[in-house]
């Protein structure tokens, strides 16, 4: 098989702004069962209950993720010497009917989950992740490191709605997805609607690093508390980029301000090396609100951080013959 | 009653730019019975197939409005010394829930109508028009002047649905709640998926203007060619703003290339003196993609031409003893 | 009386974008006899040597104070829990009268402390804090804490105009206003004119802690040195929003590279808690300059955090019998 | 002397983004003495009413005019040729000053006019005329050509005030700097506060062509109409940005949609060849209001076209030997 | 061969926002011998004199040219339905070697025509012509429309540079890929910099119509001179966005105000359906100064009113034998 | 000689956005031999390989440096005081020919260093380095602190070209123009495209600061470290904007997320007191993609901490009679 088939284009060969633009210069390939990874679009905001536009994420992102280049600036490996990556187009989506969408992404998922590959979404609102997370725990529940401004945790909204994007995670609990103890949410901040939410996490067990714990611990801290909690289980990484502060990530639906620093998520993401990470995703960019594309540049590094990681599991966990 | 009550702001003693916006700078009232002319938002974009939005509509337009003074530059009349007017706020809408926001706005609307007040909505996208018409023709068909560059008849989207800003005039009509004989819609234009819906619209007895027919007519033709067809019938307003040109309203969801131009709308509008308008809508304003707020300036300054007309009947209706 | 009619919209009931923008979504109040906090905008840019704007602030930070929850993130307690609030609207100003404009505003805060009420305001250029000191200091000269990137003490602008947004602390002082002594400035950098104005300042006992010194001391640090400073005497608050890096606030007139960080604000803000804040004020907000929105986001979570201190100095203060 | 010490940089040898702004690519020269034509900038918005941002106007201005060239396209004449052209800086300005201002706008003009140069300036708020034709009419009231959306011919704003940039005009009859028997008015539109100052310009023998009637005429008619009614004697040229649609300039204070087209725009100035110009203005340029440049751009042609016109006066007056 | 392979994917089934971007929604094809018309990126602007930007071009029109639907709207004709088109990708181009760039663009459009497909480019700056013409033109001397703002006939630039996007169709005719008779010039206007270009223009037979004349003949009447001048030989059509107004189409680097509006360039474009048209372009598109996205939503529409034209052409080729 | 004349405008006399946008608000000189430090643009991109605009960077910097006032805020040192300071407008640049836009830059620093000034430029992409250092190191070679998040040696790009934003500094150690020992490069990290550059790096002995060992070190230890390598000879400061993090600098064209911050840059560039700087310059700032002018603002508050640390060389350079 041809190993170059799956490497981006070489940008010092050939401009960045050429060609279609695809995730990270990756072909676009359609059956799952070619590579290790596969990265793919969530063109939806069905979930969303304020500002919308994360169904334009995965569009922006392919854009900027042109700037990154092949190899790892700090670890000098590159994911593509380690296994074969592409991009897998969009899951089908549709604006105006959110359960047919729930099961659509996630069906799209699934297949790539069945045919052996990893899954690394790119967002979509936060509501994608409940679909990811029925294909990734097909096996069984999951642990999860969230990167979030918010707990994402409500029981309902507007009179008693189920799905939205306050409450994937809710859900997943209550689906049986997630292994409450085994979740750890990292960044959340801001006000707050009631402490209701608060006290039904903590009663699962759920570890929780709000803004002012994660800047006393510092990175390596809240790396380390995150290996802890997810411990040697499978598990989701999910990435909202209102973790990160709105300066640094203004195209997001719902900005809280004084937020996580860029150089703290490359840290923090650095330290996360040997937690098995079996799906993830970046999710909420929202490029109505982001004029300069500096979000969907952010977010495109931010997935290229995370395919580093998936790379070293797959390569790993292809070491020991799993 | 104290008239004073329901006019603008002078922004000649009080600066535009100076205390909360409301529509016109008119008080905000809840009771529609107090008003002969409620203008409201609906803050809603759940049936739009492509980049979202108009939710955010009515509080942008507001602002804008302030721009607006009380008399009209060349009728020399001012709307609020024939009848009174006032903010009544947003309807209640739903961003997850479409059937729900369909029921509650036809339900505000409906309130308005029963009270005997005439309703100038601010969207939201176009699927809220067909919320509207429920309410305007509870007494019968209307016919409905209809600005757009798109038809909006569609049969359906995405796998049967039925219900996006795409086809409301098709169930409007399905419903019973327009007569088709009495319709015209004004500057039609840009590519198309197939030529099933003008069939569709052709069969049904709609008069249809394209843009390339209504620069030959002139805006003059235009507005005798839609007082023709609206008869003098009880009939709808509904302005989409993607009708204008995407230079002079950008901040919309599907717009195209080559449009009105906003002195022909004007010279329109100004020309359907004689209709009997019962009530109408001005949608489809998207701020996410009207950096400036241009769009949502003309959008209130079309809405001032609407609601100086709606003024107008609402005297002649009153001096008639209707 | 009914308490719920000061508390803000519910978000999880109604969306954020509905209705028209009051500030934390708050009812609309004219009597500031009815409650406890007064927030009121200053739209007025009169004093601004530079760059313009400011008069438009309080529409925009109304707008973007949408966004902000009712209970605290970190504290777990509301504002509107502990005391009655209100959006009161907006001082009288005038874009062209300087004079005039001081004096209103004056007259306006002036009628909000005599009715007992504490008055939160949002400019407005920094002039305008002149005119809410008058009103402030009624019964004496008070302390203050001042977040900004310059000391407003310059004695004249522009061959010997006394009254600018460069001159109000130096006014204040020598109207007996400010007592010195229990005057703190924090966040003060960039170049500058001369040394005249730090001599000045110097010979007054204010205490300047410039970006530098806050870096070294930490946010801790500072507020505890704001602590000492201010002393237990009634004290007022200006948050001068180009105090924080423009990367975070570049919606202002003057932006001052190099400044405090979201997060440090805020712990300064909450290390806040002793002192008997008897006014406050969020300053400088120009949302010609602030394309995304993203100061006035700011802004209201600033004017949020300090909202939640001044409702504890009212408990305190009505527990204590004051 | 040097004749091309006064002719722009030519953008074929030196890249037009190079080097510092200046009005034309120009030399900055002190003397008045030494050009025919005086270009100068007057940043000032003191006389604004509602959004500021015309201070800034004669910088952006000066930055988009380097895209101009030294040939007029249609008539294929320069005006560098004809006479010598200079940038003369920016008249003293003081935004916390409104008389003090007006009184060193007039001084800086009233020293060009006595030079013997014809004075072209860049605003600035509409206010600004005021002070230029107390300059530009020492020898005598002129008539007027005025392009603009508003008729600024106001008695007075929020509670007495006679100077703003609504008021000039008015101000300017009574100070007899006007003849009005020989003032056109072209492009007025919009909604207006009452019809007081429309009847009071009426009795003044004022000409106004709304946008309507300049509509009907077409740009030939204008011309031909605004010739007549300015006669032989010397004229004023006043250009207000806003009459021009704010989808071509939306860099503005209070845009009014549905004006003049600068196809337009330019017809109409080419066809004032005959009048006799003494002196010029374009005015209304905000920045802040202008994201793309797009506005300035517009001004820096409509200033380009005026040149030329202003030259061929200079030309024809020197012939004269007058 | 299936078809179906060569048609857009339907926006009514898969929403426009969803997938990789490409030109209409097409295939991305590498082989030009599997289609009739072959649509490609020139992602090049090396012939720059003055704002850059056109490389960023062909991705941003590939991004909005989603919005475009299958179907012409007024001929109810699709070019699906008359011969295959696809997206070929980009030309290679160097951003830092000019003729090395130029060479790779020929030799890209020399692979189309020689596989008998039918070119049509989106640029890129307008020196890229040149390098389409030397393939256009390998049987002979072609005629040319031209929408432009400017001529492009300038002899050198800076110093004796004789490739710059200000000079290719003076090139063009030097190497005899142009014959002069054959060609038109359509929307010509604005300041230049001497009369010498238009003089040798006007040696070499070539018909200019400026936008004053374009105005004064019409749509149609220009139309009927460009057929005219055009013959029945084979014809380039090159479109220059800056053409356009700047209102419509402000994202290119010489933008001319006062230029063509869209309606009367949709007008033109469909009065050209005699002419045998071999080849074609988009150019000039500068994404950097298009914040909105509109220039390149004008240039897709564009495309497409071309892409219909080139389709109709080859369906009567194929029909005629040829 | 009147020293005067080459201080800035007195912004507390004439307004900020008053007059003619020079680096500073200083004079326009001619002649070097006037001046002690002579500031001047470097209009030019060519060597750009991605997006494309820092010609128009020194434009955009004049304009935001009128906001620095002419005392350093923490030295209370004025460079003005210190030694005499121009504008000496652009070097000539060609956007169309490379080489001999370099050999133009390289013989006007040339002039100045000859004529005894020292040179800070403004640029311009960073191949300009190379033709500033051609004429610093004209006396052999020099050393280097160069903050950026690139290290700009890589050999060459696009098959084989030399001369490229990219490679400037491989050029300039090959010509003999750098002491491969005494260069430091600060803020280095992203994605790379391979290890080679790196390695060749390390060859030459240049020690590189990650921005995650700067993070580590901390300001005052990267300071340290830069004055150790640089040591006492004569040494050239260059810094790439994007050495900052793009939420703070995002105009320029290849922006790397998580850089260094500006509290950070402003503490480095304080600790550089006791090194020998003989030149220096500012590139990269690309105004098309920093619609607020954020970017050029922080770079002009670069470049007066730059200016600042030159004439305090200058001054020490005087007192020791070099």
């Not at 170059?4 to 401009?15: E, H, W």
């Not at 990270?24 to 793919?40: G, Q, S, W």
């Not at 997935?303 to 790993?316: N, Q």
Request: glycine share 10%; with cysteine; hydrophobic share 45%.
């Amino acid at each position: 098989m041809n190993e170059r088939r799956f490497a981006p284009i070489d940008s010092i060969a050939v401009p960045r702004f050429a060609g279609p633009a695809t995730f990270m210069r990756l072909p676009v390939i359609e059956d799952p069962a070619l590579v290790d990874i596969a990265i793919f679009g969530v063109p939806w905001d069905g979930g969303t209950t304020n500002r919308p536009g994360p169904r334009h994420g995965p569009r922006q992102v392919r854009d900027m993720s042109g700037m990154i280049r092949r190899v790892h600036g700090v670890s000098k490996r590159s994911p593509y010497d380690l296994c074969k990556v592409a991009d897998l187009g969009d899951a089908p989506t549709n604006p105006i009917d959110l359960h047919r969408s729930l099961e659509s992404i996630a069906a799209f998922a699934d297949r790539i989950v069945k045919a052996g590959a990893v899954p690394l979404a790119i967002g979509g609102d936060h509501l994608s992740s409940l679909a990811l997370l029925r294909a990734a725990a097909r096996s069984g529940p999951v642990g999860m490191i969230h990167f979030d401004a918010h707990q994402d945790m409500a029981d309902s909204y507007f009179g008693g709605l189920k799905y939205t994007h306050g409450t994937p995670f809710r859900r997943a609990i209550e689906e049986g997805l997630l292994d409450p103890r085994r979740v750890v949410q990292i960044g959340i901040r801001g006000s707050i609607y009631s402490t209701d939410d608060e006290q039904w996490t903590a009663s699962q067990g759920i570890r929780v690093i709000p803004i002012e714990e994660a800047d006393a611990l510092g990175p390596d801290g809240v790396a380390a508390e995150a290996r802890r909690v997810a411990g040697s289980g499978p598990t989701y990484l999910s990435f909202d980029i209102d973790s990160v502060d709105p300066a640094f990530a203004p195209g997001t639906g719902t900005p809280e301000v004084a937020g996580l620093l860029p150089r703290e998520v490359n840290a923090i993401l650095r330290g996360l090396k040997d937690v098995d990470l079996v799906a993830a995703d970046v999710v909420e960019v929202s490029p109505p609100f982001d004029a300069g594309g500096g979000t969907a540049l952010l977010a495109a590094n931010i997935a290229f951080e995370i395919l580093c990681l998936l790379a070293e599991c797959v390569a790993l966990r292809r070491a020991a013959g799993r």
